[in-house]
């Protein structure tokens, strides 16, 4: 870059129940209660974040028709707290996700440009589609929508929100609330690139992020938008010490503790597609090969189905890897399932967002901690100083809206 450095931009997720949280830390606190939710989003907007984003969860997490020791209590809903955010905050975007599977199209363009009116444009929507059977049995609908119809639906319903607010009198602040799509499938990559403002990745290690960002990036062309119109924001987690070794003794410590028991034996059975249950976790892998085709133990769980049609090959470079290491289920799954984007002293993770955003891998990083609600501190103390004296982080904001945070046009894509 010709001497001009590219801006970086941050957001933070409340991370809720998954299994980045380390519940048994001791500065862990509530998940559900509001003040656990005020004090995130108050250092985010502190360290001058463009927006705190929520995620959704219309259904508790079942998995073999139980619930497993993830969720202990679901997910607030994002709207209501956000709505509540607002008043407690002044600057910082205020991101829900909502699923265009199962919201209609008037419900959303309404709560959304709601919010926008009470932040003052500060709204954004993290638009996903739902391929969670679990949760399409909590709708009239019941199921969930064939994959090949999943985005079909995601336009007909963003198109339909997106004619509802330019059409209002008096309309929010920003007219269109930023959207986000959460996908990394191709269909999901093209329809980011037709009509949203960000897209919201998985891809956060450099090599993996150059080549999701070209990607992306080339398809924009062809619906009369430029590179600049859509923002590549991968989620990532990290782990802060004083020196990098301290840093990454922490961090096999944090990753043991996100991968109890239980979990290991679940994140196992998405892979086997079978009741692993009377297996030991700190044993060694099964000895029976998985059952291949659609998952029958999550049904349509993203990461099960991601297995289908390999999961032999999968399970038998998993047991070569096992073999080779000594590692038991439990070892296996914390290597496999459970891995930090950014480990290192200030200066290394600094030195590293840095890296991805000059480098035309993201133009920034959704960060989630792995404690809650206080886990975002140290980044915001030690990291975003670092990030301003180089000059690829803001020291104020310069604007009033989410969008204008970003960087966006406003209105929506032609």
Excluded at 116 to 137: E, F, K
Excluded at 281 to 295: A, H, N, R
Aim: with cysteine; net charge negative; proline share 5%.
């Amino acid at each position: 870059m010709s001497g001009v450095r590219r801006q970086i931009h941050l957001a933070a997720h409340f991370p809720g129940v998954n299994n980045t949280t380390v519940w048994s830390d001791p500065a862990s606190g509530s998940h559900i209660e509001f003040d656990s939710f005020v004090r995130l989003a108050q250092t985010a907007e502190r360290a001058k974040f463009d927006f705190f984003f929520l995620a959704e969860g219309l259904s508790m997490r079942e998995h073999a028709g139980r619930l497993h020791d993830l969720d202990v209590a679901g997910r607030p809903e994002s709207l209501t707290l956000l709505a509540a955010l607002a008043a407690v905050t002044e600057r910082i975007g205020l991101m829900a996700t909502l699923t265009t599977t199962y919201h209609e199209a008037y419900e959303t363009a309404l709560q959304l440009a709601t919010l926008d009116h009470l932040s003052d444009g500060r709204a954004g929507w993290n638009l996903v589609t739902s391929s969670d059977a679990l949760t399409g049995g909590n709708f009239r609908r019941g199921a969930y929508l064939p994959y090949a119809d999943r985005y079909a639906r995601g336009g007909d319903v963003l198109g339909a929100a997106d004619a509802m607010w330019s059409s209002w009198q008096p309309h929010s602040p920003q007219t269109r609330p930023v959207i986000l799509q959460a996908g990394d499938s191709d269909a999901g990559r093209e329809f980011a690139a037709a009509h949203a403002d960000g897209i919201f990745t998985r891809h956060g290690e450099l090599a993996a992020g150059q080549a999701f960002f070209a990607d992306v990036k080339g398809r924009l062309a062809r619906y009369g938008r430029e590179p600049d119109d859509l923002l590549v924001l991968p989620g990532a987690t990290f782990v802060l010490a004083d020196s990098d070794a301290e840093a990454q003794e922490l961090a096999a410590i944090v990753r043991r503790q996100q991968v109890s028991g239980p979990t290991a034996i679940v994140f196992l059975e998405q892979l086997w597609n079978r009741d692993l249950s009377a297996y030991d976790p700190d044993g060694p892998l099964p000895d029976v090969d998985p059952i291949e085709g659609e998952s029958t133990i999550a049904p349509g769980s993203i990461q099960a189905r991601s297995f289908t049609g390999r999961r032999r090959q999968v399970a038998d470079a998993w047991r070569e890897r096992a073999a080779a290491d000594g590692l038991s289920i439990r070892d296996l799954m914390v290597e496999m399932a459970s891995r930090q984007s950014f480990v290192g002293s200030p200066q290394t993770v600094a030195d590293a967002i840095d890296a991805h955003v000059q480098g035309d891998a993201c133009e920034g990083f959704i960060l989630i901690p792995h404690v809650t609600p206080g886990g975002l501190d140290a980044f915001a103390d030690r990291v975003v100083p670092l990030l301003q004296e180089r000059g690829s982080f803001r020291r104020d904001y310069a604007g009033t809206t989410l969008r204008e945070h970003l960087g966006l046009r406003t209105g929506a894509p032609a």
